[in-house]
Structure formats: C-alpha cells, structure tokens
C-alpha cells in the first residue's frame, strides 16, 4: 500500500462524506428545522436593554 491507495481511499471517503451531508440536507425530516432557522432573524424579541439598529446613526 502506497500514498496513492491512501489518496483514493480518502477521496472516497470524502465523497461520501459530501453526499450524507447533502442527503442530509435535503431529507424530508430536515425541512421543519431549517425552516425555523430561516425565520429567527424575522421573529421580535422583547429584550431590556437592547437596542435598535434604528437608534444608531452615523
């Protein structure tokens, strides 16, 4: 076994690294969460002491 069976072995093994992450993404059971991720910055929070981006001029 040379460095070039150890080079495939591991482009392989990437590769299927990418396509889990990919089928991961993009399974049915993943849409719900990444949904809700999506819509955190759009969502209000009531916090004291904060600050608005509109507050701050420059």
């Known amino acids: 076994m040379d460095i070039n069976d150890l080079r495939s072995i591991l482009t ?3 590769l299927l690294c990418f ?3 990919v089928g991961w993404a993009y399974g049915k059971g993943s849409k719900k ?3 809700e991720a999506a819509n955190l910055p759009f969502a209000e929070h ?3 002491g904060a600050t608005s981006t509109a507050s701050h001029q420059r």
Do not use: R
């Open 46 to 48: 009531d916090d004291e």
């Open 12 to 14: 392989v093994v990437g």
């Open 33 to 35: 969460g990444f949904e």
């Open 19 to 21: 396509l889990a992450i």
